[in-house]
């Protein structure tokens, strides 16, 4: 099983790399959304750490739904994503190879956001980084499992770059306000505890609920 997994993985990396599609339009985006926003907006520092958690993930989601798009959109070149499909792997296997990859791809583009994020709002990342790179792990496979589901079952759609935002924020909405939550307060000094841990186990629920669904239903997504 996990090798087939890794496969899906590691082949899906390959050809992201290959031709850098998606990871250049995302880091593009998230960079320039940064610089719009530092002039836009030009908070004070109290300012900044009650508006620095959402404008973070704002940031995120958009950069990360230009990755996920691309998801099983690069299949269809060639027939392969039928290919794919009857090749003999099963399809949550499939998915879970799609969704980490992804998963690496979508925090691969948040690492290289954050420290140009911390420069022009001058804000400290090194003293709560472990703490707030757990949220953004956690934000961030919300957001691929999501976004990988809604990707298979938007693959054939004229406007799937219009319809994948529509369906994932909507779904997407919890994760995110327990993320943008967290992050602002950890941003700002907080710990795990509190309302911080009440918003870490939804996170985390939030996360482990949507993964099972998503691997039960990924057949019926895919085949129909």
Request: charged fraction near 10%; charge should be negative; glycine fraction near 8%.
């Amino acid at each position: 099983m996990a090798n087939k997994v890794w496969t899906i993985v590691a082949k899906d990396l390959r050809s992201e790399f290959r031709s850098k599609e998606s990871i250049n339009a995302a880091v593009s985006f998230a960079l320039v959304m940064l610089v719009i926003f530092n002039f836009a907006f030009d908070p004070t520092a109290e300012e900044t750490h009650t508006l620095s958690g959402g404008l973070l993930w704002i940031i995120f989601v958009f950069a990360g739904t230009l990755v996920l798009n691309r998801s099983f959109a690069r299949e269809l070149p060639n027939d392969c994503l039928d290919a794919l499909i009857a090749a003999p792997i099963p399809g949550f296997q499939l998915f879970l190879g799609k969704a980490i990859a992804g998963f690496i791809l979508v925090l691969g583009v948040e690492l290289i956001s954050l420290p140009v994020f911390g420069i022009f709002y001058d804000i400290d990342l090194i003293a709560p980084f472990w703490r707030l790179f757990l949220v953004m792990a956690l934000g961030t496979w919300a957001l691929t499992v999501i976004g990988t589901t809604f990707s298979a079952l938007t693959v054939n759609v004229r406007l799937r770059e219009i319809m994948l935002p529509m369906l994932i924020y909507p779904v997407l909405m919890p994760a995110l306000i327990a993320a943008i939550t967290m992050s602002g307060s950890i941003l700002d000094g907080g710990t795990f505890s509190g309302n911080n841990l009440i918003w870490l186990k939804l996170l985390s629920g939030f996360s482990v609920i949507y993964t099972a669904l998503a691997v039960g239903l990924i057949d019926i997504v895919l085949v129909g």
